[in-house]
């Protein structure tokens, strides 16, 4: 029976960053004494594919990961050898280091050496390696960009014929739609609600026609109230940064239909937002802002030929990101956190947005939006610094979504 520190060895012989995983965590939960969650073992499972992949293209990398079974944090580091001549000779030597993190000592360092981990880098030569494809400055190497993403899934993604866009719009005109009518008839967040409640159950005939409907016209609204803020923007003397609203691309169809062959799926108000509305980006300044107490993240949502063109390079540990927006720190060009990001593939009718400060749907991010005349930001103000006049006079008259 391998030792853990030879089953490790063992996977990065293989360059198998799954099986380095399954080692790492055997030898975790024993030297830890404590069993770990499935998401702890999924996450370090993650932590050694994704140092083998970047590995392939960079001389040393090195991270940490957190176990909080064991309250604790280890490292993960991984390096190469320089050869003397780029693209002439091999690596010399394959190097790795994996353990606890220096910090509070339970006795965990001590029962980790004692299983044979060294407190120093293991070295092994280049030759024992199996990599794939030559790693960097090897002859034969060839840029990540040019390889598939370990982090798409390995089974199809393609969304199925029931879950497409184009077949959700054949089926609005299916059916009685009650949905629809309480949300004509004012019940607007009620009815988001009660989509959200049902999830992926929306792609049922029973309910699709309507969900669908909703949808449209939601962001029918949306596009008239943007309509109207850009309007008044612009008579207040507000100077964009860029064309702030743009119509739906001619193709956008046919670009939401190639998305859902890649990656599955898309949420019905995204690709309603696409289809009806097209891409907005409200960024931009007034005069008296300087001394605005905080960042009013405009709204932006990102054209489809960005958003809705394929890139291998968007898929993070099985989902592919949707990046409609810069946070609201970028916004303000100073620099900040993560976009704001929609995850796919993604069945059901409004998707979390990921990264946002309001920690809620698209739709909701919408609705906050126009709330505050597009400037969700303007919230965290206190009443003294709030421009509420500016407020008042961009939202008067929108229509509720």
């Known amino acids: 029976m391998h030792t853990p520190v030879e089953a490790l060895l063992n996977g990065l012989r293989a360059w198998d960053g799954e099986a380095m995983g399954q080692a790492a965590i055997a030898a975790i939960e024993s030297a830890g004494e404590a069993a770990i969650s499935a998401a702890t073992r999924k996450e370090i499972t993650w932590q050694f594919r994704e140092l083998l992949e970047q590995m392939e293209g960079h001389p040393m ?97 393609a969304a199925a014929p029931g879950e497409t866009y184009r077949y959700a719009l054949a089926a609005e005109a299916e059916g009685p739609k009650p949905l629809l009518d309480r949300y004509l008839a004012g019940q607007c967040e009620d009815v988001w609600n009660e989509l959200a409640r049902i999830g992926t ?75 009806l509305v097209g891409s907005v980006s409200l960024v931009g300044w007034l005069p008296g802002w300087e001394n605005l107490p905080t960042f009013p993240d405009p709204l932006v949502v990102g054209p489809s030929r960005f958003l809705l063109t394929y890139d291998e390079e968007n898929w993070t540990r099985g989902q592919y990101r949707l990046e409609f927006s810069p946070d609201d720190c970028a916004k303000a060009d100073t620099s900040g956190g993560s976009p704001y990001t929609i995850l796919l593939p993604d069945a059901s009718a409004d998707p979390k947005v990921e990264h946002e400060w309001h920690h809620t749907s ?16 303007l919230e965290r103000a206190s009443p003294e610094w709030r421009p509420q006049h500016f407020v008042e006079a961009l939202v008067e008259g929108l229509s509720p979504i």
């Open 201 to 275: 159950g929306v792609r049922d005939l029973k309910i699709l026609p309507d969900a669908v409907a909703v949808a449209r016209e939601t962001m029918r609204r949306c596009r008239r109230n943007l309509e109207v803020v850009v309007g008044r923007l612009k008579k207040l003397g507000y100077r964009f940064e860029e064309r702030p609203l743009r119509p739906p691309a001619r193709r956008v169809l046919r670009q939401i239909e190639e998305i859902e062959e890649k990656v599955g799926p898309i949420p019905l108000s995204v690709s309603a937002w696409y289809e």
């Open 362 to 377: 698209f739709v909701n991010c919408l609705r906050i939006a126009f709330r505050w005349g597009g400037f969700p930001g």
């Open 61 to 157: 990398i090195g991270q940490h990961f957190t176990v909080p079974e064991l309250g604790c944090d280890f490292v993960l580091e991984g390096s190469v050898e320089w050869t003397d001549q780029p693209g002439k000779a091999r690596h010399r030597k394959v190097l790795l280091h994996f353990g606890p993190a220096v910090g509070k000592d339970t006795g965990l360092s001590a029962r980790w050496r004692a299983m044979g981990f060294p407190g120093r880098d293991i070295v092994l030569e280049r030759d024992e390696v199996r990599t794939p494809l030559p790693l960097q400055d090897e002859p034969g190497y060839a840029p990540r960009a040019s390889r598939p993403s370990i982090h798409r899934p390995s089974r199809p993604t």
